[in-house]
């Protein structure tokens, strides 16, 4: 295993890897243009001896089975640290870095998306951990790609081989409707609970969360409702260590937040306010005071968006970590594959700038390097537009490509791409961009 681990590791680390074909075409792979721009990873803290359902704003689910993660050695371990991101729309899918073709019978072939994801687990440490053999991970991917073009195909990146392996066909389903969209952050990290003076205690988070990022450095208090406990009474939460948390607002009562702490014995649920803090002025507290009530909108938003566009499912159990995808090969009806360059002010891109073709209407996107770019799609059959990047975000777009089929057939022989003066620093900024 150790040495399957090593080739692993060697392959993902080289650039570009020369096949033994004819042509030594490049073996595709996992390459972020933009590694330092969040796609919305999400990371958990579980405890593996029990069942554990992990659920995230998206409207997906993953369901981790009891003692189904081990170490390298097949060993149980008695906590696991969750990865996962997932990629479900143009701009998402570009800066994963994730190869959109496949190569079936000698032929590249574009994939059109129903969504792709990226799971992994490990420990603390960083050590990876693996599926125990004879079990699965579910995840329930959330949706909104109907199968109008037939039931979409699930596959696993082969980052050994560079393609794509095939692993069964299935339909989405329905997804079961959800009509609560109260605002609920859960942590599922590591939390402790520090008491201060006057009995006001903070929450101290030991992993990353872009949701909890407001309420760091805010004491807190119990708020007097006395319908929860009173942790200045049940003291001995603070000398507990809780591996999960949630925090929701009291619908009922205006300015005081539900604070739920759980581990793998107890649990504990209390009403709470925020505290001003003797090192922080009002406005600075009013201030944060806000950032935590957006914050709390946006999450709001985010599940009721889930609610109204994720109403399809794509469920499938995995047995190894690693990227998959809910995709089908798009057929297109006339293509010329045409040597085209890609120029800006009457100049060819150097290497510095990575070009893709983003297909709108089938959620594609095709990259093209050295290795390919004499082989460029063209087709009157689909919408697209071509996207060059820089390391610095810079973005260069081309123009129209309504005709390009009818210029290419004529003589053309390259496409101007045009400054567009921005750079992105989100997925959403390069999707507004290319829309």
Known sequence: MKHKIFISMIAAALLWVYACSPEKEAIRKIDKPLPDISLGQKTFIIDTSKD?????KSGSKIFVPANSIVDAKKNPVPEAKIMYEEYLDQASILLSGIP?????????NVF?????????ATKSSGEQLFISDNSEIRVDMASNITDELGPYNFYQFDTIA??????TTKKAVEAEEDNDSTAEINTNGNVNIQKNTGFVFEMEFTDSYDD??????????????KEYLDPEIENWIFNAQWTTSSIRKDSLRDGEYILVLTNQKKSFITSIVPVKGQDIDETAFNEKIEAIEEGMVEIEKSKSRAND??????????NGFGFYNWDCIHQFKTIIRAPLAFMNEGVELNASYRVYQIFFSINGVLEYNSFNKNKVLVTPDEEYIFVALNKEGEVLLSENTYDLYIKVQNGLESINMYNTNKKITSSEDLMDIIL
């Open 162 to 167: 560079g393609n794509w392996n095939y692993i």
């Open 309 to 318: 566009e994720g109403k399809l499912v794509r469920s499938m159990g995995v």
């Open 112 to 120: 059109t998306s129903a969504g792709m994801f990226w799971i992994n």
């Open 212 to 225: 909890v990022e407001s309420f760091d450095n805010i004491p807190w208090k119990y708020s007097g409702n």
């Open 100 to 108: 959109m073709a496949y190569d079936s019978a000698m032929e590249e």
């Open 52 to 56: 554990t359902l992990l659920e995230l």
